[in-house]
């Protein structure tokens, strides 16, 4: 019996532990001079209620045992009384969890959590579509994340948030690099295109182009670099050319 209660012991401490420390993943940030963070792409400057576009899968060189995240991915946010609201959804790979696979995953502030879908499983070369809307014109309205999988809309998650009015929307590839380890990890180009927006206003999608669309972006940096090849719309980013 003694045995047993040792081994039963043993099993809650393995399961227990976290070799990468109490503190957690880190979050997905808004805050585009954050350290660690690099982010590729663009923001609205105006309020939408939608954003549809298609992401590139590919493979990069997250470290297993890290915090190191890549993330593709849209976004809608609103900044109000000092604090950021938001739900994203697209793909990542991380450093703690997914044993270096590619996943569609959703993020949002009122879990203020990582949601995995492993149920759509993914791999490089392919391309997913995400769409990010809501139909709801009051206070908190219910904001949906969509995945197209197998010829159909799959609702991935569906929530309450304060983003009444519309949201400013988000294009981005979004990198950090495990403070604890530092260094660089490989980026292999992520494409994204076909970006469109719903207006506040009501009425159809429309693509997200200048100047059509009053827009903030990212901008490259010395290791990863942002090209466009239709403002805003049709974009890639990831590793910068030797």
Request: glycine share 12%; with cysteine; net charge negative.
């Amino acid at each position: 019996m003694r045995r047993l209660a040792l081994i039963a012991l043993a099993v809650l401490l393995l399961l227990d532990s976290n070799p990468l420390g109490p503190a957690g993943p880190p979050r997905p940030s808004p805050d585009y001079g954050a350290a660690g963070y690099h982010h590729l792409g663009a923001t609205s400057v105006d309020p939408y209620t939608g954003v549809l576009g298609r992401i590139a899968v590919t493979d990069p060189g997250v470290r297993a045992g890290t915090y190191d995240f890549v993330a593709a991915r849209f976004m809608a946010k609103k900044d109000h009384s000092g604090r950021t609201d938001w739900l994203e959804a697209g793909w990542t790979e991380t450093g703690w969890s997914g044993g270096g696979r590619q996943r569609v995953y959703t993020f949002d502030t009122v879990h203020n959590a990582w949601t995995f879908y492993d149920q759509y499983p993914i791999r490089a070369g392919d391309r997913i579509w995400i769409y990010l809307e809501t139909s709801d014109t009051g206070p908190n309205p219910v904001w949906h994340a969509w995945l197209w999988w197998a010829d159909a809309w799959h609702l991935l998650a569906a929530l309450a948030l304060p983003l009444d009015g519309g949201a400013q929307q988000e294009q981005y590839v979004e990198v950090y690099v495990d403070p604890a380890r530092g260094g660089t990890i490989p980026v292999p180009r992520i494409s994204t295109d076909n970006v469109q927006l719903r207006p506040a206003a009501g009425g159809p999608l429309g693509y997200w182009r200048d100047p059509d669309v009053r827009t903030t972006g990212g901008v490259s940096t010395d290791t990863y670099c942002l090209d466009w090849q239709v403002t805003f719309d049709t974009w890639s980013a990831g590793d910068c050319p030797a």
